[in-house]
Nanobody
Framework: QVQLVESGGGLVQPGGSLRLSCAAS????????MDWYRQNPGKQRGYVAT???????GYADSVKGRFTISRDNAKNTVYLQMNSLKPEDTAVYYC?????????WGQGTQVTVSS
């Protein structure tokens, strides 16, 4: 059974930082690309970042230069380091992956950027 468990969200002031984690189980983690997406209430989920099995990375323009995606294959975990946070970064963050022929999503972790 594939499971993705996001953690590390919380309340942070504008300009602050957070590090999100996503622990994966039930898949051969090292061979799959991992993504981060986010969603605000009433809006579609939006792409944030990708890291491939080959450690190539990609980012949405809105987070480029502020967010960094990384992975630790020994821990089956992907991370999202978020710096210089803005109120518009407020959302539930998810770490989906496409594995075994389908997409998997976790329950998400809430990030709120507010003073």
């Amino acid at each position: 059974q594939v499971q993705l468990v996001e953690s590390g969200g919380g309340l942070v002031q504008p300009g602050g930082s957070l590090r999100l984690s996503c622990a994966a189980s039930g898949i051969r983690f090292s061979i799959y690309a991992m993504d981060w997406y986010r969603q605000n209430p009433g809006k579609q989920r939006g792409y944030v970042a990708t890291i491939t099995s080959g450690i190539n990375t990609g980012y949405a323009d809105s987070v480029k230069g502020r967010f960094t995606i990384s992975r630790d294959n020994a821990k089956n975990t992907v991370y999202l380091q978020m710096n210089s946070l803005k109120p518009e970064d407020t959302a539930v963050y998810y770490c989906p992956t496409r594995a075994l022929g389908r997409d998997y999503w976790g329950q998400g972790t809430q990030v709120t950027v507010s003073s």
